[in-house]
């Protein structure tokens, strides 16, 4: 078995390089393998891999295809503990959504640029005017829910995509 501990790394590397490059990302969307396998990244074999591509504010949780109770169980008992202590889970504007690996398909998500910004993103960068409060409230409450997300698939997996629990987020 070859060693993929490498292939967060890896697959880091090609995320970066898609947001730099049109071209690159245009392959990639078209031929993951061959561009994930340029990279240095260890691919199992039989698998199909699929790039989903994330717009802003939308993050993806692929679940896997083996072992999905476990890493479902973890989730619902993070989202439920959030929900206590904010009476929410999602902030208003952003969206989670949910895939499934199956025995011989993996998604990979390729998130949005943070080069892109929107306009209340702009406006935070800029300093907001005095009724911001309610934008950067929600910049913060974006980035408790992906942390939560985020520990809910670290605790359910070893290796990002190899494990096949993955949730790409791009907090400005």
Same mark, same amino acid.
């Given at each position: ?11 880091? *590397? ?7 490059? *049109? ?14 396998? *340029? $990279?240095?990244? +260890?691919? =199992? =074999?039989? +698998? ?23 890493? +479902? @169980? ?14 929410? /889970?999602?902030?208003?504007?952003? =969206?989670?959504?949910?895939? @499934? ?10 998130? $949005? ?6 306009? $209340? =993103? ?18 913060? @409450? ?12 670290? $605790? ?11 949730? +790409?987020?791009? /907090?400005?």
């Amino acid at each position: 078995m070859a060693d993929r501990k490498n292939n967060p790394v890896k697959y880091g *590397e090609v995320v970066a390089k898609c947001w730099e490059d *049109e071209a690159y990302k245009k392959r990639f969307l078209e031929d993951p393998e061959g561009v994930l396998a *340029e $990279a240095g990244f +260890v691919l =199992e =074999e039989g +698998v199909t891999y699929k790039v989903i591509e994330a717009p802003k504010l939308v993050e993806y949780l692929v679940l896997p295809h083996a072992e999905t109770k476990a890493a +479902v @169980q973890n989730l619902t008992k993070r989202l439920l503990n959030r929900v206590e202590k904010k009476n929410h /889970v999602i902030p208003e504007g952003m =969206e989670v959504r949910i895939l @499934q690996n199956t025995d011989d398909i993996r998604y990979i998500v390729l998130p $949005a640029s943070p080069k892109s910004l929107t306009k $209340a =993103e702009l406006k935070m960068v800029a300093g907001g005017d005095p009724g911001s409060a309610e934008t950067e409230t929600d910049m913060y @409450q974006t980035a408790e829910v992906v942390s939560t997300l985020v520990e809910a698939v670290e $605790a359910t997996t070893t290796v990002a995509v190899d494990a096949e629990v993955v949730l +790409v987020a791009v /907090v400005i």
